[in-house]
């Protein structure tokens, strides 16, 4: 099938664009990558009168360092994330996880404030928000409003973003040199949805003692979750396998993941758990060899 | 009815202008407007690879861009593989290793390849196939195709 | 699809029942209703705006009531269709009595969701479920709190 007729935009700056939301309300939907956009309009499951393309607002591709924060305008490619060297040496979870969307195509096109904004259950970028306690900048006609992910996220496919609002700006923090991450997913076939994911980070002290963990969850709820108990579990403690299996377990309890044509609720509990141990062991290992690598 | 909007793009080094709907897909623009007929439409939802083409020198999916988006822009696409009749090493590989049957994702997966060994050509087997992951093919079962692509790499590598 | 779904509210059986029989009220509680219009007695002609982020439909058909068993069960057949697709539940609504200003509400519903929503938007289908279920149970609240006398 083939999309419903559609007034097309493709506006310059950020002003305009909200602007032109202002004007067509309700009907009027943003394109940024369109990569799950497109899929739905080409279903005609969405049909928006009006599109404001905004890959022509230049200002907003960029990847910045400010301090201690990654400063990352909402039409950065995931390709663009998973190519730069700054992401890399700031932000290993982020720069790991975009590398787990999809696929080279999908990325090419993709946005970092598109993928946040669609919310789909089961995205990674999402989930590394959750983890590593990012913030979202959103514009409209009122001004602009920095919001936490945990304000963010509503539901499934469902922010507190205004229909006249437009997101701008992803801002995350940079990981500390005593950080160990991985995300781990599951798939059943590379670049599908995840059934279930998880982002991990740790962070150890002189005696490789955590005194800090991050766990989030994605695929098991409406929204990404932190997994507070295991998180709290964690910390003070020495990251034995033990305690790493014991983390997981605890997600395993924590999380309470539906049944659906992908996964029993049962199954997704068990991944949950599976996925955190092995994100673990993967932070740890990261965690002892970059310290290695700092003290020679 | 939506007003067509006047489009410039460069295909395979050729500059078209024309005319588009809004809601025209890019890989309908290229097949119906321009009738190059190599870039094939699978699933519309960006899932089988079959639309892939090159835009600025990266792999992306017509059927999830609309005409109008590649406005300015480079794009390439199977037919413009080929050289005054030389075939590029990546058909040549595929022509020797039986890369193809029916052909329906070749030129997707052709497009994705040239965006890999693009940037690059020194990849481990596992690294290949998870590059091709995003084209689906009903025939082959594959292996030919990841050996077409290693053949390719190697014969880009010796120039 | 089924979905079995509970609540207890801070009313009197009685009171639940009245609420969620008054017609003056039904629109406030069901949910996306933008309008309700009654055929014959307990059938009604609806309007719903429904979905989930960027799916959303307005759906148009009908609500049932029947099956009444009062003040302990009934039934409510919500039907509707729209441009991603078809709904089409029936709900077994039973109020428990928990104390003499304390209700349990247990919802048992079946639905079927067809068309476009359903063939090639399954990932959204069992979000928007949650979703209606979460918006008709809060509605049903936001009600009691806000009347809180029963009307006759």
């Known amino acids: 099938m083939k999309p419903v007729s559609f007034d097309y935009f493709a506006p310059t700056t950020v002003n305009e664009a909200v602007a032109l939301l202002e004007e067509h309300g309700d009907d009027a939907k943003i394109l940024a990558g369109g990569q799950s956009l497109v899929p ?62 999809g696929h080279t195509a999908i990325r090419t096109r993709g946005t970092v404030g598109g993928s946040i904004i669609h919310a789909d259950p089961t995205a990674e970028l999402p989930a590394i928000l959750a983890a590593l306690d990012g913030e979202v900048r959103l514009i409209g006609p009122k001004g602009q409003r920095t919001i936490s992910w945990r304000d963010l996220f509503v539901t499934f496919f469902t922010t507190v973003i205004e229909p006249v609002e437009i997101c701008d700006e992803i801002i995350i923090p940079k990981l500390p040199s005593s950080a160990g991450w991985a995300f781990e997913e599951f798939t059943r076939r590379h ?13 150890t002290d002189n005696n490789d003692r955590c ?86 | 009815m939506s007003k067509r909007i006047p489009i410039s793009v460069t295909v395979n080094g050729e500059t078209y202008e024309e005319y588009v709907q809004p809601r025209k897909l890019l890989v309908d623009f290229l097949r119906e407007d321009l009738r190059l007929t190599g870039t094939h439409v699978g699933c519309e939802h960006g899932i089988c690879g079959s639309c892939t083409i090159l835009m600025n020198d990266e792999a992306v999916r ?12 480079e794009l390439r696409t199977v037919e413009g593989l080929s050289k005054q009749g030389k075939l590029h090493p990546l058909q040549e590989a595929f022509q020797e290793q039986f890369g193809l049957q029916c052909g329906f994702c070749t030129p997707g997966f052709l497009m994705t390849a040239c965006d890999l060994l693009e940037h690059g050509q020194d990849y481990t087997e596992e690294e290949i196939r998870v590059a091709l992951s995003g084209n689906l093919c009903r025939c082959t079962g594959y292996q030919s195709i990841v050996e077409s692509v290693q053949v390719a790499a190697e014969k880009i590598r010796k120039g | ?15 639940l029942w009245q609420v969620l029989h008054d017609q003056t009220r039904m629109a406030d509680w069901i949910p996306g209703c933008e309008k309700l219009e009654e055929i014959e007695p307990d059938r009604f002609a609806a309007t719903m705006k429904i979905g989930v982020g960027a799916i959303k439909g307005t759906y148009k058909g009908t609500v049932q009531i029947a099956e009444k068993q009062e003040p302990s069960q009934y039934t409510l057949a919500v039907e509707g269709s729209a441009a991603p697709g ?9 109020l428990h009595v928990e104390d003499a200003n304390v209700t349990r509400l247990v919802i048992d519903a079946d639905a079927q969701v067809g068309g476009l929503i359903a063939s090639v938007g399954q990932r959204f289908v069992s979000g928007i479920a949650k979703q209606l279920t979460r918006e008709l149970l809060a509605n049903i609240e936001q009600s009691l709190r806000s009347k809180p006398e029963a009307t006759a």
Not at chain 1, 52 to 63: G, H, P, S
Not at chain 1, 191 to 203: L, M, N, R, S, Y
């Open chain 1, 211 to 296: 005194t800090d963990a991050r766990l989030a969850i994605t695929g098991t709820a409406p929204t990404p979750i932190r997994a507070t108990q295991a998180e709290s579990f964690l910390v003070g403690k020495s990251l034995t396998q033990t305690t790493l299996e014991e983390a997981g377990r605890l997600v395993s309890t924590e999380v309470e993941p539906e049944s659906d044509v992908h996964a029993t609720a049962n199954y997704r509990q068990h991944l949950a758990g599976a996925l955190t141990t092995r994100a673990l062991q993967r932070a740890v290992e990261r965690c002892l060899s970059r310290k290695d690598q700092r003290e020679k």
């Open chain 3, 1 to 15: 699809m089924k979905l079995q779904v509970e609540h207890v509210f801070q009313v009197s059986r009685d009171v």
């Open chain 3, 86 to 94: 078809f709904v089409r539940g029936k709900a077994l609504m039973k």
């Open chain 2, 62 to 73: 017509s059927c999830l861009m609309f005409a109008v988006q590649a406005n300015g822009t």
């Open chain 1, 191 to 203: 670049g599908d949805f995840a059934v279930a994911g998880v982002a991990a980070v740790i962070v």
């Open chain 1, 40 to 101: 739905m309009m080409n279903f005609r499951l969405v049909r928006p009168t009006c599109l404001v393309d905004i890959n022509q607002i230049r200002d907003l591709a960029y990847i910045h360092e400010k301090d201690d924060r990654l400063h990352i305008g909402a039409i950065t490619r995931h390709r663009d994330l998973e190519t730069s060297t700054l992401v890399q040496q700031c932000n290993g979870l982020l720069f790991e996880g975009v590398q787990l969307i």
